[in-house]
């Protein structure tokens, strides 16, 4: 419960206006939509525009280090080779990689092939071959302002299924978007993902999803793609938060490699493909912040 702010305080976005002119119809919209039994957002999940703006610029450089790995990445190359040109781009651009030594993640990026689900370490024995599908995963910290955003890439020839899945993942992600506005929930994007992938007969991992990030490299809201329509948080103008959904070939159950502790695989060894994009909800509906 925060300190109820008074009509003429200045409002707890920072605008300079005072509450009565700014944010106070907001928050009692807000405010009823809870006493109707949603989950709504707190403040501190609603980014101010001096923070957009910075989180923007940590972005800046997200993009420009997936940009720069779409050019390089080929056959016979490791993904430690990936995982170094990560640390120095991001470097060179003034950001530093937000995974390196996150929980003692010991690597700039997360590179996951094939049945590799998620948190991939990248490794020297990981030598990129035909017919291979992966996703890197990349995220920075720019003055600290965080942003997080990954692709699949197909190596050489791929499979028809292997790329098959790539291609609804990525769509998986537009179907994802177009739920992302005020006033809806974040159910409405999760179910939607989800019937999306069970329609093409592919299934989405549970255990594992998205995130509010910004001030933060994991903040709340969790973000689930197995919800349902009018349920989870209320998306208000200002949240960021990652759509990632995991979307199997086979069936949904994953695990963690007990000696790395990090790498989620599929269960059954099927592939998994996964994109991410980092979002901002805006007052007409969204905008894409990293991808
Ligand atoms: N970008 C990944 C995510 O948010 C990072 C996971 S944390 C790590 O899902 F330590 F595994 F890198
Ligand atoms: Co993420």
């Known amino acids: 419960m925060s300190r109820k702010i008074g009509r003429n305080d200045p409002c707890w976005c920072k605008s300079g206006r005072k509450y009565k002119a700014c944010h106070q119809a907001f928050d009692e919209k807000i405010e009823r939509i809870r006493e109707a039994g949603h989950i709504v957002p ?3 999940m609603i980014k101010t525009k001096d923070q957009i703006e910075k989180i923007k610029e940590s972005a800046k450089i997200n993009v420009a280090v997936l940009d720069y790995i779409s050019e390089q990445i080929k056959e016979g190359m490791s993904t430690e080779e990936i995982d170094r040109m990560v640390y120095e781009k991001t470097t060179r651009m003034g950001g530093y990689p ?22 991939g370490i990248p490794s020297e024995r990981d030598i990129l071959k035909e017919g291979d599908i992966l996703n890197v995963d990349i995220s920075t910290r720019l003055d600290g302002y965080y942003s997080d955003s990954s692709r699949m890439f197909c190596i050489g020839e791929v499979s028809p299924e292997k790329k098959k899945l790539v291609e609804v993942a990525r769509e998986c992600i537009d179907v994802g978007l177009k739920e992302v506005k005020p006033w809806g929930f974040l159910g409405d994007m999760g179910q939607a993902i989800h019937d999306y992938a069970y329609a093409h007969g592919y299934t ?6 998205g995130h509010g990030v910004g001030l933060e490299f994991h903040e709340d809201p969790w973000v689930s793609y197995n919800s349902k329509r009018g349920t989870e948080m209320l998306m208000v103008p200002g949240m960021i938060f990652t759509i990632e959904p995991m979307i199997n070939m086979g069936r949904a159950e994953i695990y963690i490699d007990d000696k790395d502790g990090w790498t989620v695989y599929t269960q059954d060894g099927m592939p998994s493909a996964q994109w991410e994009v980092q979002v901002l909800v805006t007052d007409d509906g969204y905008e894409i912040i990293s991808y």
């Open 42 to 44: 707190d403040h501190d």
């Open 98 to 119: 937000a995974t390196l030594h996150y929980q003692d993640f010991p690597k700039s990026s997360c590179t996951s092939l094939n049945h590799q689900v998620c948190h």
């Open 204 to 209: 989405v991992v549970r255990e594992i999803g």
